[in-house]
Nanobody, 129 residues
Framework: QGQLAESGGGSVQAGGSLRLSCTATGYTVTTSCMAWFRQAPGKQREGVASLFLRSGTTIYAPSVEGRFTISRDNSMNTLFLQMNSLKPEDTAVYYC??????????????????????WGQGTQVTVSS
């Protein structure tokens, strides 16, 4: 069974940095896009950053452009989100997502040209002022 597993969340003061990781097991060759989403209490889940695996093209939400960087390791089984200059409004549960994967399919959210259907369990990021 495939799995997306996030790690690296935590609490940080405004202006600080965190690096999230997502380890993908059961990776399939049909996976085209991977992304990070976030969901704050009482708000809808929103796309933060995405990566097209074949081209390496990245897309960022305007709210994080210039502060967050999405990347992957050479073996293509770990996705990262480097978050710098964090703000209190970045506080949310952050989810790793894939368009196609193995395992249980979840709700569909669209971001940056892809529909994302497979999700990790999420990791909490809390930024204090």
């Amino acid at each position: 069974q495939g799995q997306l597993a996030e790690s690296g969340g935590g609490s940080v003061q405004a202006g600080g940095s965190l690096r999230l990781s997502c380890t993908a097991t059961g990776y399939t060759v049909t996976t085209s896009c991977m992304a990070w989403f976030r969901q704050a209490p009482g708000k809808q889940r929103e796309g933060v950053a995405s990566l097209f695996l074949r081209s390496g093209t990245t897309i960022y939400a305007p709210s994080v452009e210039g502060r967050f960087t999405i990347s992957r390791d050479n073996s293509m089984n770990t996705l990262f989100l480097q978050m710098n200059s964090l703000k209190p409004e970045d506080t949310a549960v952050y989810y790793c997502a894939a368009d196609n994967f193995v395992g249980r399919r979840g709700d569909t959210y669209y971001f940056g040209g892809c529909d994302y259907n497979y999700w990790g369990q999420g990791t909490q990021v809390t930024v204090s002022s």
